[in-house]
Nanobody, 119 residues
Framework: QVQLVESGGGLVQPGGSLRLSCAASGNILSIRAVGWFRQTPGNQRELVAIITTDGITNYADSVKGRFTISRGNGSNMTYLEMNNLNPEDTAVYYC?????????????WGHGTQVTVSS
């Protein structure tokens, strides 16, 4: 019973920056990790970055050094700071929460936010 809403997408020029936000509600204390994924038409949804409740992060090689995932002080917000964007970063970006409903882990997805990098 977790709900996620993404925001912050839009149109940005190459080399620009965007900050995506993922707001969690519901049983947020069950969340163990939040990840950002992206998907383009005809392709699989792929991991961009993930952060656990312990603060451990993991990034796709294509975004290392450019993107930063972080959690807000209240722990209901997860951010993806995207810098030095290029057209290959254009995609729908989704956040995903991994939540533990013992003994099961469940994954909850937001509905996505469009990021377009273009001149």
């Amino acid at each position: 019973q977790v709900q996620l809403v993404e925001s912050g997408g839009g149109l940005v020029q190459p080399g620009g920056s965007l900050r995506l936000s993922c707001a969690a509600s519901g049983n947020i204390l069950s969340i163990r990790a939040v990840g950002w994924f992206r998907q383009t038409p005809g392709n699989q949804r792929e991991l961009v970055a993930i952060i656990t409740t312990d603060g451990i992060t993991n990034y796709a090689d294509s975004v290392k050094g450019r993107f930063t995932i972080s959690r807000g002080n209240g722990s209901n917000m997860t951010y993806l700071e995207m810098n030095n964007l290029n057209p290959e970063d254009t995609a729908v970006y989704y956040c995903r929460a991994q939540a533990t409903l013992w003994p099961q882990d469940v994954f909850v997805w937001g509905h996505g936010t469009q990021v377009t990098v273009s001149s």
